[in-house]
């Protein structure tokens, strides 16, 4: 059994700083790109950030430059620092990883429970 487990959201005020963080455990035979998405209530879920095997990111317009995503592949691992946050930050983040399970498998998508991230003064 594989899953994700987020951890590092909460309560910060406009133009705080928060860093989530995202561990794949279980059975992995390779993980490929890993991301943020985030859903506020009454909208969609939404790409925030994605990181590939290899390092290279992608970022929504809207948090680029304030947020930074990275990954430690040895502790399958990805992080998502947001600094100069607003409330229009807030939402339910989810992680999202591309696994897997054996070399033999077929690559599938995993998603993490969600982290609520509140912005708020």
């Known amino acids: 059994q594989v899953q994700l487990v987020e951890s590092g959201g909460g309560l910060v005020q406009p133009g705080g700083s928060l860093r989530l963080s995202c561990a794949a455990s279980?059975?992995?035979?390779?993980?490929?790109?890993m991301g943020w998405y985030r859903q506020a209530p009454g909208k969609q879920r939404e790409l925030v950030a994605t990181v590939t095997s290899g390092g290279s990111t992608d970022y929504a317009d809207s948090v680029s430059g304030r947020f930074t995503i990275s990954r430690d592949n040895a502790k399958n691992t990805v992080y998502l620092q947001m600094n100069g946050l607003k409330p229009e930050d807030t939402a339910v983040y989810y992680c999202?990883?591309?696994?897997?399970?054996?070399?033999?498998?077929?690559?599938?998508?995993?998603w993490g429970q969600g982290t609520q991230v509140t912005v708020s003064s």
């Open positions: 999202k990883a591309q696994i897997k399970r054996r070399s033999y498998s077929s690559q599938s998508d995993l």
């Open positions: 279980g059975t992995i035979f390779s993980i490929n790109a």
